[in-house]
């Protein structure tokens, strides 16, 4: 039997393409495997959005070039969000002679017959610009094998693509233009889910406030949540990522409202200077931004807010970056994920003329790491002899690791058969990143 390995890199969307690719190749017959050296078949799904996994894509591949004079039936490919990028892609060809296969994130369901062309010993190459949309409801995404990787829970998409076009940001570039799943194809697939024994979905998007926008019925993300809420047997609803500018009071109400939504909220916040977030394209203000978290917390005060913050965009002053820190001071995220601006080919960010120098992001980074990571420290000490909801997800070699509504991870002692149930569980003590409990109610 082949066997394929396939690493990834990148958002949550990357790891979900690779469960459909993952479908595809097992219905082919390929098995996986772990360990690169046994694969007929080396394919990397690539993330572009900063420079360094780039490079590291290159970096690995060079060393596999020992493997395929060694090995000379083994196939390699170059799929996901770097292979959209024209130049990238020729450089690809140009730089990595060995690599028999490149395509995109619009034409995965293609897969079985470019790898047997490639197969065949052609080198194929086979990326699209945008996904072809027929009409609505014609997605040759919808059905198609998905090979997940987890039992309990799911990611399941429900907007592809962003038109936002953030100055510093290539996603909108490689995953094309906003396009909204049907709700029905959404609603079927959640219900599917349920019925296959999954308890939790957290749905995809670069921005799922958009949801429905695009779409000639009426519908909004709200609507969606209301619906799937409905679904008997799922346990729990989560979401990512949400745009500041487009949500809105129906949004905050159904955080409020809905039993099953959970209470956390990704909000990526960039920069805490308006000037910055002007620059940036970002379509809200400091005190916007601000505004919005109060609104947040007041009709969910125990909502967990986590963020991505980008350090050294072009122009960034001390003074820009102090309103960073003071930001983050001031609403107290849960944790934060933080960036250096890496320059992108073909975004506007990329041409501006006041880039920051690298050592000047690193120190501004550093100082921004510090203050988050107290924070974060003091959010989850404040956790210890609170109890928590908690789904019991999976073991960690000596009892069951599970996650809080507020996506905390909690490991306690148990028995197996509490896999998938809810438990309500009393914090005893907290790591770095980590929780442990002590189960005090198993709930029906
Ligand atoms: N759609 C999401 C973000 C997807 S990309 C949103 O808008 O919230 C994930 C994160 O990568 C972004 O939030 C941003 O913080 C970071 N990022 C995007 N482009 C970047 C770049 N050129 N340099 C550094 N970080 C970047
Ligand atoms: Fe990039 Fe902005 Fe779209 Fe997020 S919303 S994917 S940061 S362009
Ligand atoms: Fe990266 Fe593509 Fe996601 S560029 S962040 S893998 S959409």
Known sequence: MKKFFLKTMGCQMNDHDSEVIRGLLLSLGYAETEEVEEADLILYNTCCVRENPERKVYGHMAGYKRLKEAKPHLLIGICGCMTQQKEERQNILRELPHVDLIFGTHNIHR???????????????????????????????ENLPVERSHRLKAFVNIIYGCTNFCTYCIVPYVRGKEHSRLPESILTEVEGLVEAGYKEV???????????????????????????????????????????????????????????????????????????????????????????????????????????????FPGETEGDFQETLS????????????????????????RFADQVPEEVKKERIYRLIELQNKISAEHIQGLVGTKQEVLVEGTDGQGLVGRTRTNRQVHFAGSQELMGELVTVEITEAGTWTLRGRVVQPQA
């Not at 695009?214 to 609803?237: P, V, Y």
């Not at 930001?327 to 990329?350: C, H, K, N, Q, W």
């Open 327 to 350: 930001l983050v001071e001031e609403v107290r995220f849960d944790s934060a994920f933080t960036f250096i601006y890496s320059p992108r080919e073909g975004t506007p960010a990329a």
């Open 202 to 312: 957290t749905l995809l998007g670069q921005n799922v406030n958009a949801y429905g926008k695009d779409l000639s019925i009426d519908t909004s993300f709200s609507q969606l949540l209301t619906e799937l809420n409905a679904i008997e047997g799922l346990a729990r609803i989560r979401f990512t990522t949400s745009h500041p500018r487009d949500l809105g009071p129906d949004l905050i109400d159904a955080l409020a409202g809905l039993d099953k939504v959970c209470e956390h909220l990704h909000l990526p916040v960039q920069a805490g200077s308006s000037r910055v977030l002007r620059r940036m394209n970002r379509g809200y203000t400091r005190e916007q931004y601000l505004d919005l978290v109060q609104k947040v917390r007041q009709a969910v005060p125990e909502i967990a807010l986590t963020t991505d913050i980008i350090v050294g």
């Open 111 to 141: 897969l079985p017959e470019l790898l047997a062309r490639a197969e065949g010993g052609e080198r194929v190459v086979e990326v699209w610009d945008e996904a072809p949309y027929e009409e609505e409801g014609q997605d040759f995404r």
